[in-house]
């Protein structure tokens, strides 16, 4: 089956991409461990064969007439703009006006009050993206979050910094994103290894929402740097820290998947954690919550990792696997953090959910307590969020 894979990844990367040698390796870890690669695979296999054929497909009764792979292109893929709304259409094989992301990004007017939506066709596009923060308003929209991707394989040692290597990052407000993956395909790194953090989407704007987008990395996938922000039914992905940042996000209906190596019953190894929320001072209004969402994969992990001293993430109604490790959290190996970090759990369930062995500074929240995080206006949602459809 993985020969099988490894065939078709090949057919695909070589086709489409041109990358180094360990980006097809590491991809194909990515989603063979969590039986995504299928559909990625076949999906692009498809279009391999299509765009390899089609252009010099002839018919009976129109011979010698060169068929466009851009015929069958939907015609009605890009909506008419409106008074409020404006689409552009971002096409790899050159069926709309833009074949990269970025292009699509830097025709968007500076300013823009409308809402520009870049629908983004069925796809893997090997770019690195940047949403500067004179472009608001702007959503990407894909097919898919096993359909529509976008990849890049910077790293902490080739861009100058963890913040920087985000394959995706997005400096503006207001920003959407819609059925598409973000991810960082540099080589899967070991604990303790230096400079190999690689993020695959930085967001650093304000009031930002996400909608059943995958986010697939290692170490640090996630930046969720600052600023108000909602993630529903999202895929997230990666080993260490991988949702890390100082934002005040809202995540709903997630899954968050450890990719850490399996630890052998009974070892006392931690090998990952899911967040490292970054809050610097009690001032700091900012915090993670995570709210009906899943905790599953392999390893031997934390809830979180105390990165900065006050600290803020909490999980409610949340199903945890026997991953978590039973003191579930960490202060940063450093005491002198416990009485300002905040970490609390509600209402969770799973084999990963036990409390009995929890760290000393881990609040059991009551209801009064647990209320004002699980409640959307923890992100002032009813000033800014949309619903999906908007």
Not at 114 to 129: D, M, P, W
Not at 217 to 233: E, I, M, P, S, V
Not at 363 to 388: C, E, H, P
Request: glycine share 8%; net charge negative; aromatic share 14%.
């Amino acid at each position: 089956m993985i020969s099988l894979l490894v065939a078709i990844l090949s057919v695909f990367t070589s086709t489409f991409l041109i990358i180094n040698p360990n980006t097809s390796s590491t991809f194909l870890k990515y989603f063979t461990d969590f039986n995504i690669v299928t559909t990625f695979t076949s999906t692009y296999t498809i279009n391999c064969h299509d765009h390899l054929h089609k252009h010099h497909k002839h018919s009976d009764d129109n011979k010698g007439k060169t068929v466009s792979i851009c015929d069958d292109f939907p015609s009605d893929f890009v909506p008419p703009d409106t008074n409020t709304t404006s689409y552009l259409c971002v096409d790899r094989n050159g069926c709309c006006n833009f074949t990269t992301v970025q292009s699509a990004v830097d025709a968007v007017g500076n300013f823009s009050q409308k809402r520009n939506i870049i629908l983004i066709n069925t796809g893997f596009y090997y770019e690195k993206v940047i949403v500067p923060k004179i472009k608001p308003n702007i959503t990407l929209q894909g097919q898919g979050y096993t359909s529509t991707a976008i990849a890049w394989n910077d790293t902490a040692n080739s861009a100058h910094g963890t913040f920087y290597s985000g394959s995706v990052q997005v400096f503006s407000d207001n920003f959407i994103a819609k059925n598409i993956s973000f991810m960082n395909l540099a080589p899967i790194p070991r604990p303790g290894d230096i400079g190999a953090q690689a993020v695959a989407i930085r967001i650093s704007g304000d009031e930002s929402a996400f909608w059943g987008c995958g986010f697939f990395g290692a170490q640090d996938t996630l930046h969720d740097d600052k600023g108000r922000h909602y993630f529903r039914d999202c895929y997230i992905q990666g080993s260490i820290d991988f949702i890390f940042g100082n934002a005040r996000s809202l995540y709903e209906n997630c899954q968050l998947i450890s990719m850490a190596s399996p630890v052998t019953p009974g070892a006392k190894v931690i090998n990952g954690a899911v967040t490292a929320h970054g809050r610097a001072s009690k001032d700091d209004n900012t915090g993670f919550v995570f709210v009906n969402c899943s905790v599953g994969g392999n390893g031997r992990i934390w809830l979180g990792r105390a990165w900065r001293p006050f600290s803020r993430v909490v999980f409610a109604y949340t199903t945890m696997t026997d991953i978590i490790a039973p003191e579930g959290w960490n202060d940063f190996n450093d005491p002198a953090r416990d009485p300002n970090i905040f970490y609390g759990e509600y209402n969770c369930s799973g084999a990963g959910a036990n409390m009995t062995m929890r760290a000393p500074y881990v609040q059991r929240l009551n209801d009064t307590l647990a209320s004002y995080f699980v409640n959307m206006s923890f992100i002032d949602a009813q000033q800014w969020l949309q619903s999906y459809n908007n």
